[in-house]
């Protein structure tokens, strides 16, 4: 058989560039340029010049590995996580955090200017750089061979499980569950049909559940229960990816605004605390929240914004998509007596102003959506004319996407934050203030 090769592109994957890397992309990439087009080169930062070797070439594009790095950049750190670089959790650990910042900021100035000059971005709302994950999920795996039980997380390159013994992004109090939580897990049984374990620390405490693919024994509760005991350790079983046993005696909770709300383990909760407080005052202070107000808040969750906001207006609704966390959120604006907000399950998709309880206007919206964003749900918001928007968002794509519909409408951008929400990672999040003109 004939095989044909291309001398060009195999002379290209060869070849090693020399180039000056001029900026950083929010995922921690340096940018370069080579024959007219964005060169990206992981691990290298702008300032430095550095040998390289093409790995991908697009036509619009190409990405580039270091082979050798001639100068350092002022921004370069070393990374406190011995085990960076294999772990995906990171990719940014050798990076200034006040570099990531404002890459971060720039990539999204970028994605919500107009006629392509960026927006100014006027606020970092962040917090400590380390220590601020409150809430993990560990893949565990048996290894026959050794006998030892892997925990941690996947590699950057392949589904390949790191064996994590330090990590620093995690909260001090669940890093230090790392190793006797492993230990404890390696003397079950069932220790060959672990399937993962997620780690979260509520304001009582920390909490885990243990997803195992095999009953366990009586042998292996009493196991479990010391370790949960011992280390002050609220423990949850799950059997299958729907059922959840609590060995708890008391629900987890945490603080939004002063007010405590209780979460299942399995409940969405964002995983940077501080953040997340200063996040949903900034809110507050945008909307400018008055006693008169009726406020809307849409992709409510179990209530982190509609609770606060309940403190302040006439009357606020929060409309989620998922059943249970409406049922959540009930639960939580009784234990905090406030009865001017009602949570409704509904498809947001769905035009939510022919409900009869939009019947009487919105004045101010809130709105918190997936990754997908809300393009289904602008209508509805332009729809009610609320003197205010605040969009807070997980992803700068789907943001700017859905702004058109509010600039179109006649509003304009007021205010625009980063949120530092997950320090070290390519994770841009952001909230988005617009006044209609």
Request: proline content about 5%.
């Amino acid at each position: 058989m004939a095989q044909f090769y291309s001398a060009k592109r195999r002379d290209t994957n060869r070849e090693l560039l020399t180039v000056t890397v001029t900026d950083l992309d929010p995922f921690g990439q340096g940018v370069a340029r080579h024959k007219g087009k964005a060169l990206f080169i992981r691990g290298a930062l702008p300032g430095e010049q550095v040998e390289v070797r093409i790995t991908e070439d697009k036509r619009s594009y190409a990405q580039a590995e270091v082979k050798r790095r001639l100068n350092d950049s002022p921004e370069r750190v070393k990374p406190r996580c011995p085990h960076f670089g294999v772990c995906g959790g990171c990719q940014q650990q050798h990076v200034s955090v006040a570099l990531q910042q404002e890459a971060k900021s720039k990539a999204l100035g970028r994605m919500m200017g107009e006629r392509e000059q960026p927006r100014l971005v006027d606020d970092i709302i962040s917090a400590d750089s380390w220590g601020y994950r409150r809430r993990a999920r560990l893949g565990l795996n048996y290894q026959p061979r050794t006998q030892t039980l892997q925990m941690g997380f996947r590699k950057a390159s392949d589904k390949a499980l790191v064996d994590i013994h330090h990590c620093p992004v995690l909260a001090p109090r669940l890093e230090a569950l790392l190793e006797p939580l492993r230990q404890s897990l390696s003397e079950l049984s069932i220790v060959n049909r672990l399937g993962h374990v997620e780690l979260v620390l509520a304001d009582g405490g920390p909490l885990m559940v243990l997803r195992h693919l095999a009953p366990l024994s009586q042998g292996d509760r009493q196991k479990l229960e010391r370790f949960s005991h011992s280390h002050e350790v609220a423990l949850f079983l799950a059997p299958d990816s729907d059922s959840l046993e609590s060995l708890a005696e008391d629900e987890p909770w945490y603080h939004s605004d002063g007010l405590r709300l209780t979460f299942s383990p399995r409940d969405f909760i964002q995983v940077n605390d501080a953040v997340n407080q200063q996040m949903v005052a900034r809110a507050i202070e945008w909307l400018e929240v008055q006693p008169e107000d009726r406020v809307l808040d849409l992709f409510c969750g179990m209530g982190n914004f509609t609770l606060p906001l309940a403190k302040r207006a006439a009357a606020v609704v929060g409309v989620e998509g998922v059943a249970a966390l409406v049922a959540k959120g009930e639960y939580n604006a009784q234990r905090n007596s406030l009865k001017n907000v009602t949570f409704f399950h509904e498809n947001l998709e769905d035009d939510v102003t022919r409900q009869p309880w939009a019947q009487q206007g919105f004045t101010k919206i809130l709105l918190d959506p997936a990754r997908a964003g809300a393009a289904g749900v602008m209508q509805h918001v332009i729809k009610l004319a609320p003197s205010r928007v605040v969009y807070v968002s997980c992803n700068p794509t789907t943001l700017a996407r859905d702004s058109e519909a509010l600039l179109a409408a006649g509003y304009h951008i007021k205010r625009l934050a980063m949120l530092d929400m997950f320090p070290h990672t390519g994770h841009l999040e952001s909230m988005a203030l617009f006044e209609r003109n």
